[in-house]
């Protein structure tokens, strides 16, 4: 790819690029909708991601291209900028006011990016730009922030710039990815550790329901301050700062203290979710796949009854991965409200599964899915 995009780029900027970096997306493979309530993930990236070509410029100006978007942007240099619009340059732009607003000089660059990761499909597009232009940047010219601080610096674009309240999983699993490994993120203190993903004869099906999702316009964050009345209510009685440090025996003892059912399934499933993330790393380490299969498909069904966060589409994918005698778990993966699916799928029948369940897909939504056999793959290079 990096030959295409600094063709591209010389048709567009008539030069060649300075130089051109990769940046991954990323699943979830279990831990949803606990990066905001302080609890515990399992991300990995992906070897789908961005790329992204830079070169100075002597205009003063930011040139956004993407090969992806026909509006490209051009603003001024050397100077913070309010969002705009819902364009897609905001993301990069929010990480250049980042390193602006922290006393770094950004001049004159010409950006052009190109992805291969589905918009609004859930794998974190939008945290693989931000690191993608938080990294090139960072290595351009030399800022010596280490990764940690990108990925701090990308969650406030996210949180404060886009106006979206997630929690740090998707930049830190962008940012951190190594091969062939998940991250165990304790969302609350970044502490991490790697865990081996020895699939074995099995890979990781993606499966996109070609249902976007716009997380700032959804239900995520009303789901963000449900959880948060719970943690109130429950701080009557006992002290809490996020929801995941109880277990589901001690909601039990003080569950009368929230008498919305809604709300108190929203924190049932935040606790029980992130005990299922300590029994996966547990099945992985023994490479138990079956136990690790389990586990995905009760999460799902979780986030579909108590979380309410699936849909037809991802129920859809999820029910038929349950017939099929080739795949040993599946469940949605990001935030829901549509986006992707991942399933466990043994190794020789991938044509197979994706013919027979486009034809079931079909049937159900009326247009097909997309499905994708990806590996587990690194964080960002410069190539």
Known sequence: MKIELTQKFIELYHKNPDSVYFTPGRVNLIGEHIDYNGGLVMPCAITLGTW????????????????????????????THDKNGSHWANYPIGIINEFLKDGKDIPGLDFLFFGNIPIGSGLSSSASIEIATAFALNDYFNLGYDRV????????????????????????AVAFGEKDKAIVLDCETLK????????????????????????????????VAECQTALTLLNKEITLHYLCELTAEKLA???HLIEDEIILNRATHVIKENDR???????LNSVDLEEFGRLMYASHQSLRVLYEVSGKEL?????????????????????GFG?????????????????KLTDYYVN????????????????????
Do not use: W
Request: hydrophobic share 40%.
């Open 339 to 355: 986006g992707c699916a991942i399933a466990l799928l043994e190794k020789g029948f991938e044509e197979d599964f994706a013919k």
């Open 149 to 172: 601080d990108l990925v701090k610096m990308a969650k406030r674009v996210e949180n404060d710039f886009i106006g979206l309240n997630s929690g740090i999983m998707d930049q830190f």
């Open 192 to 223: 991490y550790k790697m865990v081996d993903v020895d699939l074995g004869n099995y890979v990781l099906a993606i499966i996109n329901t070609n249902k976007p999702r716009e997380l700032a316009d959804s239900k995520y964050n009303e789901r």
């Open 52 to 79: 992204l070509a830079i070169s100075p410029n002597n205009n003063g100006e930011y040139n956004m291209s993407s090969l992806n978007f026909e509006n490209n942007l051009t603003v001024e240099a050397s100077k």
């Open 364 to 383: 159900q939504i009326g247009y097909p899915a997309a499905i994708y056999i990806s590996e587990i793959g690194n964080g960002p290079i410069k190539l």
């Open 253 to 255: 003892l003080h569950s």
């Open 315 to 335: 129920d859809t994918v999820v029910d038929y991965c349950l017939t099929d005698e080739h795949v040993i778990g599946a469940r949605m993966t990001g935030a």
């Open 277 to 283: 993330v300590h029994q996966a790393a547990k099945a």
